[in-house]
């Protein structure tokens, strides 16, 4: 079963520094897909980051970038520069087969500080 | 911006009535998904469909319906409304030849009593 594990249920970071959220993820396939989606009080689901498996460089979107260590099935996010705009909740997903379903992580709630 | 829309935004229900809800899109894109979000479980696939009139259904479609007889809506039903289907339900879309990432729509809250 392919399952996506955030460890991390809530976490905090003052304004202007870095903080990074962790995920792992479980799946046998080779070629599939990870994401990052925050999603702030309003709801709304806002993707951030897409990284392709058999891309071995890391994206990066402006402030957001990732670690992705697929041996050991790591994928995790950095925020540069928090503003108070990120505070959110942060859910790591995957998806194996296009088309199909994105399977989410619980989400880490991450509250940035002024 | 997907051009995504969803309806009602909010919605009080009682036990045993049926609900629809309604996810429209703008943009002609082929697949369409729904999901629900609660509390501990992140977001779960209901139903999904890969184009007018076919569906398939995900790994929480007991007790929900949908149907899709035109490209830009997807509708997914509740038969009969239980106290269990109290979440907040998100459509998304992804694009012909990006089918692996989906973009959300912004949610619809249902309240079953």
């Known amino acids: 079963a392919q399952t996506v594990t955030q460890s991390q249920p809530e976490m905090s970071v003052q304004e202007a520094e870095t903080v990074t959220l962790s995920c792992t993820y479980d799946?046998?396939?080779?070629?599939?897909?990870l994401f990052w989606y925050k999603q702030p009080p309003s709801r709304q689901m806002i993707l951030v980051i897409r990284?392709?498996?058999?891309?071995?460089q890391n994206a990066t979107e402006n402030r957001f970038s990732v670690n992705f260590q697929k041996a050991a099935k790591s994928f995790s996010l950095k925020i540069s520069d928090s503003q108070l705009g990120d505070t959110a909740m942060y859910f790591c997903?995957?998806?194996?087969?296009?088309?199909?379903?994105?399977?989410f992580g619980q989400g880490t709630e991450l509250s940035v500080k002024p | 911006d997907a051009g995504i829309t969803q309806s009602p935004r909010h919605k009080v229900t009682e036990t045993g009535t049926p609900v629809t809800l309604r996810c429209h899109q703008t943009?002609?894109?082929?697949?369409m998904y729904w999901y629900r979000q609660d509390p501990g479980h992140g977001l779960r696939l209901i139903h999904y469909?890969?184009?007018?009139?076919?569906?398939d259904k995900g790994e929480v479609s007991d007790g929900y319906s949908v149907s899709r007889s035109k490209t830009e809506d997807f509708l997914l039903t509740l038969e009969s409304a239980t106290s269990s289907q109290t979440s907040v339900y998100f459509c998304?879309?992804?694009?012909?030849?990006?089918?692996?990432?989906?973009?959300f729509g912004p949610g619809t809250r249902l309240l079953v009593l």
């Open positions: 998304a879309i992804s694009e012909q030849g990006k089918q692996e990432t989906q973009y």
């Open positions: 799946t046998s396939e080779s070629n599939y897909y």
């Open positions: 990284q392709e498996a058999y891309k071995q």
């Open positions: 997903a995957f998806i194996y087969n296009q088309g199909g379903k994105l399977i």
């Open positions: 943009e002609n894109h082929r697949y």
């Open positions: 469909s890969y184009g007018v009139k076919d569906t």
